[in-house]
């Protein structure tokens, strides 16, 4: 009996003790910098991904030796379910709850994607989907489609996205980028055009973004864009055509081989300027804030024309008589 007792003794010694073992030996796991295969290191969480998964993932990569210890840890502390998908950067001195913390609080890195004034939603489009570490989504959606899931009730989506340097989330989708583009071009919008000039031919705002598109298209000298839009304004109120090229070009769509011959002039389209009254239909590209600004607050101006010199900048004019020697100055004639 007495050796029955001094071998459970033992025995109990030997557990307590190697309990303290590997109660030791994991907090050092714990404590101890994780083992990166180089710093810094990123990696990938896709979306829907499980902690398990990534676990396996940093543990094949040689990051965990025990990946277990990962979702032991997110579970012990409740946040198994709570990690966040993204691309994400760490360096070397990271520890396991440090990761877990990153992992959980979406702690991941950023790019920057710009999206340039005077281009139009196809080339929108095309150049998002060159961007390496956003999410594409977009591929195989309608316009419509495109339009439902970024909350935009307009027919079209030419003109609806503001030019600006957007801050996404590596892994963030493209949608998700274009639905913050919409939100930015409609409350710039509705800004600009809740301070506009009195008298202004335009029922709506809509129809503002669509002028301030033609004019971005007519310009890249920014010092021209309010004249430009004085023009256009004076044409509408006078009831006379715009007549302006960009939106025939944008009529012409791929049929367009870079060079606007008269016969285009006189083909009609719905974006034919020279052979229909009014506005197009939608807008025909990405208009700038500049743009936006000049066609709801432009000067007033005699200008009914202008010409492009060929140098960037634009030679107006009040009259026909004169803008038609503008045109023989500064232009060759149209085939």
Partial sequence: ?????????????????????AATLALDAYRRPLPLPRSPYDFEVPAGATLARVARTLGADGVLEHPAALVWLARWRGVDRAIKAGSYEVEEGITLPRLLAKLTQGDVTQIAVT??????????????????????TLDGLTDAEVLMRIGAAEASPEGLFFPDTYFMPAGG???ALLERAHRSLVRRLDAAWAERAPGLPFATPYEALILASIVEKESGHRPDLPLIASVFVNRLRNGMRLQTDPTVI????????????????????????????????????????????AVLDPPQ???????????????????????????????????
């Fill in 1 to 21: 009996m007495h050796r029955t007792r001094l071998l459970i003794g033992l025995l109990a010694a030997v557990a307590i003790g190697a309990a303290a073992l």
């Fill in 115 to 136: 999206i340039v004034d005077g281009i139009t939603f196809a080339q929108l489009r095309a150049e998002l989907h060159a961007v390496p570490r956003l999410a594409h």
């Fill in 173 to 175: 989708s493209d949608v």
């Fill in 250 to 293: 944008y009529g012409l769509g791929t049929a367009f081989d870079g060079n606007l011959r008269k016969r285009d002039l006189e083909s009609d389209t719905p974006y034919n300027t020279y052979t229909r009254d009014g506005l197009p239909p939608t807008p025909i590209a990405l208009p700038s804030q500049a743009s936006i600004d």
């Fill in 301 to 335: 101006t005699p200008y009914l024309y202008f010409v492009a010199r060929g140098d960037g900048t634009s030679e107006f004019s009040e009259t026909l008589v004169m803008h038609n020697r503008a045109v023989s100055k500064y232009q060759k004639p149209r085939r």
